[in-house]
């Protein structure tokens, strides 16, 4: 059964960093990509940023050029460094992993980023 499992989160002031950590119980090369998801309080889950299998990296708008998603292959997992975060960051963050029949999500960890 695969398991995502998200670490890393907690509370940060504005203009800080954080990065958080997503390990995957399997190979993450198994995924077609792995990504970040955002869900604030009264809020739909939103898109932070993916990278697929081939390596290719997409993100938000909103944290492009602040937030970066990397992976370490032979940790089986995928890290996401936040700098200059913002209070609208603030929520709790997602880990993903889809594959052609299923998508797997982790079970969050709260960020919270302080004016």
């Known amino acids: 059964q695969v398991q995502l499992v998200e670490s890393g989160g907690g509370l940060v002031q504005a203009g800080g960093s954080l990065r958080l950590s997503c390990a995957a119980s399997?190979?993450?090369?198994?995924?077609?990509?792995m990504g970040w998801y955002r869900q604030a309080p009264g809020k739909q889950r939103e898109l932070v940023a993916t990278?697929?299998?081939?390596?290719?990296?997409n993100y938000a708008d909103s944290v492009r050029g602040r937030f970066a998603i990397s992976r370490d292959v032979a940790k089986n997992t995928v890290y996401l460094q936040m700098n200059s975060p913002k209070p609208e960051d603030t929520a709790v963050y997602y880990c993903?992993?889809?594959?052609?029949?299923?998508?797997?999500w982790g079970q969050g960890t709260q960020v919270t980023v302080s004016s």
């Open positions: 399997g190979s993450i090369f198994s995924f077609n990509a």
């Open positions: 993903n992993a889809p594959t052609w029949s299923e998508s797997y």
């Open positions: 990278i697929t299998r081939g390596g290719s990296i």
